[in-house]
């Protein structure tokens, strides 16, 4: 069995934390743990920890477009945010990556801008797959309106821990019976993945949260 997070960060990220040596044990402990970072507007964790722990990681990035975050995986380098979504998808697709769409209907949360509506339901073939769980989505019934957009259109569904905290990852992934590493097959097997959903905790939360602050006192 493997376990498959779509979504997550590393201390590359402006407002995460978790470093190259905390992956290291995740994996020790979690071998067929596959993890895809998509720090935001930023690929060299990615890289990094894709020469590190090869298999057990899929390059990402999650861009900030003038209309909303839009994650792409399977990269091969970084996309600059701030150009329109259609822009972003183009870049996304020159390189052969896959484009997600996460958290798409969250509506909390200072950092975290979800893709324009019009975009999402005007031009829904730019996405390829769809998060239906983030973990740290606290909007009210955003998780479960983004599983019936994804099934009203088709698509298959990923979750996500958007950890940015090493004890933030774990508890939320999609398990697939085996992968060969190649994106036409996740694809395939996403339809039909069972997921295990956790949110994340008040507490470790707000640990996260009191954590950012410092960070960006200190940037
Ligand atoms: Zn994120």
Redesign the pocket.
Same mark, same amino acid.
């Given at each position: 069995m493997i376990q498959i997070d779509l979504?997550s &960060?590393t201390r590359c990220s402006r407002d995460a934390f978790t470093s190259m040596n905390q992956l290291d044990g995740f994996f020790r402990r979690n071998p067929s743990f596959v993890l895809a970072i998509?720090d &935001?507007d930023e690929i060299k964790g990615a890289h990094e920890a894709k020469k590190l722990f090869d298999r057990n990681i899929i390059v990402g990035e999650?861009i900030k477009s003038s209309e909303g975050e839009i994650v792409g995986l399977f990269l091969k380098k970084f996309v600059e945010p701030g150009m329109t979504a259609e822009k972003t998808v183009e870049e996304i697709r020159r390189q052969d990556g896959l484009i997600m769409v996460?958290h798409p209907f969250k509506r909390t949360g200072n950092l @975290?801008s979800p893709i324009r509506q019009e975009i999402l339901f005007e031009n829904t073939d730019f996405f390829d797959i769809v998060e239906v769980f983030n973990a740290r989505n606290r909007t009210y019934g955003a998780n479960e309106k983004a599983r019936r957009f994804a099934d009203a259109n088709g698509k298959p569904v990923a979750v996500?821990s @958007?950890a940015h905290a090493i004890y933030e990852l774990g508890a939320t992934f999609a398990m697939l019976k085996s992968w060969d590493g190649r994106k036409e097959s996740l694809i395939a097997q996403l339809h039909t993945a069972s997921l295990s959903c956790q949110s994340i905790h008040f507490i470790p939360r707000l640990i996260t949260k009191v954590m950012r602050e410092i960070k960006k006192m200190n940037s």
């Open positions: 979504h &960060h998509t &935001h999650e996460p @975290d996500g @958007d």
